[in-house]
């Protein structure tokens, strides 16, 4: 069984590389006549915002108080997102997903959140990504 794991993962790993050769090419032969658009030196990056207690606040203090939270806090989170250059992308109830084109900007402007977001009565769980760009 060991012996047929060895195998496996050696040829995956030339699978891996293989692919990986074979991309590089490709893509060299597109930047040779200017087909490609340059990567940008800084990936752009994500933030996702969470209420936490939504839930139970809704079932608490009945929706109006969560629907006047929630407004608060929107306004917090476009005039601070806007500060720090761009603007929220998605709402999803008591979620949310920012676009930045710069990773630092999208750092600062969730750490600002943190700080700001207390004065609106609610707790957020947020990270930030810049994977997969």
Request: net charge negative.
């Amino acid at each position: 069984m060991v012996e047929e794991m060895i195998l496996w993962v050696y040829r995956r790993h030339q699978e891996h590389a293989t692919i990986e050769h074979i991309v590089e090419h490709v893509e060299n032969m597109l930047e040779e006549p200017g087909l490609t658009v340059a990567r940008p030196a800084r990936p752009p990056a994500m933030v996702f915002l969470d209420m936490v207690g939504y839930t139970r606040l809704t079932e608490e203090r009945r929706d109006q108080t969560a629907v006047e939270l929630v407004g608060r806090l929107a306004d917090i989170l476009h005039s601070e997102s806007i500060r720090f250059g761009d603007k929220p992308v998605k709402w999803l109830g008591d979620r949310v997903m920012f676009h930045f084109p710069d990773p630092h900007q999208a750092f600062m402007c969730s750490l600002d959140l943190v700080d700001r977001t207390p004065a609106a009565g609610s707790l957020l769980l947020m990270w930030v990504s810049t994977r997969g760009w």
